[in-house]
């Protein structure tokens, strides 16, 4: 065991709970901040039949985005028939590449082939009523946002009341469908409008991917590394039965693969204790990739993924919001 464990392990206690996230508003009017009119219910209005709402959001709103989208909220502040919480019996957030800057009135029309990515699917989230300020549905599969308009997807339902309704600020057009029960179509709208934020990471943030349905694959990717990173590690933990990015060692809960990892040496090449910017096509400066069937034996199992980098003098520089990936 190296001199540098549980110094070390005390800096990934440490930093797993005061990583910053910014944000992103869309439409940006925060100069009052103008949160409540003019006045409606989407994206969060929903009843216990459910509704659905697709937003085109635009690139131009999002050109401060270098990294990954982890989060997507809205300002929460009115309810009804809802006592002191509201549940959420469904919550399912999509992301994808919009095909227009204007919708049509079919949902799967709106977004590219092949780009969408359901970022959480939640049941029973209970959210306090009214809690008169935002609400950040955190997501459980990362989204790398590039370049383009964004259409952002939302299915949200509630159990026991009549309806929940959220503030909302400007007018954002938008494909409604306000009893949802799985149809193909929604009305637009522009009666009133919604508003989002989005929390995003700018730097060091892990991408851990696999196709899944026991293919056998991974990739692990980090978008923006710090070019201030000198070493990092990539820690694993098999113990994935815990909501993803609660436990206390950069939002892992370790087992006994994790503590080995810590115990690795800096490795030119190792995909878990390496060097970083060496400008040798090695992870974590490039992708690191394993192809289909080449992990088979792991299929079944859920896995997840801590990334975190270091400066000179082992300096804490950054770290990832928790990854999972289900083999």
Sequence with gaps: MTLRFFPLVAVLV??????????????????????????????????????????????????????????????????????????????????????????????????????????????????????????????????????????????????????????????????????????????????????????????NRLFATSLGSGSGDLTLSVQNLSPLATEGFLLISTDATHPLGTGPLLGLYPDALTWQILTEPLTLGSPFHFPCNVGLGLFPDAPLVAPPGSLSFLAGQSWDFGFVVFGPGFTYIGRSPANRVVW
Excluded: E
Excluded at 15 to 20: I, L, R
Excluded at 42 to 60: D, E, H, K, L
Excluded at 129 to 137: E, T
Excluded at 170 to 179: F, G
């Design 14 to 203: 440490a930093t797993a709970v005061v990583a910053q996230t910014p944000f992103i508003y869309h439409p940006d009017d925060n100069t009052a901040p103008n949160y409540s009119a003019p006045a409606g219910w989407y994206p969060w209005f929903t009843n216990v039949t459910g509704s659905r709402v697709q937003t085109i959001v635009p690139a131009s709103a999002l050109s401060n985005v270098t990294g990954g989208l982890t989060s997507l909220g809205a300002f929460l502040g009115i309810a009804s028939s809802s006592g002191t919480s509201v549940t959420f019996s469904q919550v399912s957030i999509t992301l994808a590449t919009a095909t227009a800057p204007t919708m049509t009135t079919t949902f799967a029309n709106n977004f590219v082939p092949g780009t969408a990515v359901q970022v959480l699917n939640a049941t029973n989230v209970v959210i306090a009523s009214p809690v008169n300020g935002w609400y950040d549905f955190q997501f459980t599969v990362p989204y790398a946002y590039s370049a383009g308009d964004l259409l952002v997807d939302v299915v949200c339902q509630i159990s026991g009341v009549s309806y929940f309704s959220s503030s909302v600020s400007t007018l954002v057009p938008r494909l409604v469908a306000a009893t949802y029960t799985g149809q193909a179509t929604g009305a637009y709208s522009t009666g009133s409008g919604n508003k989002y934020r989005f929390g995003y990471d700018p730097s």
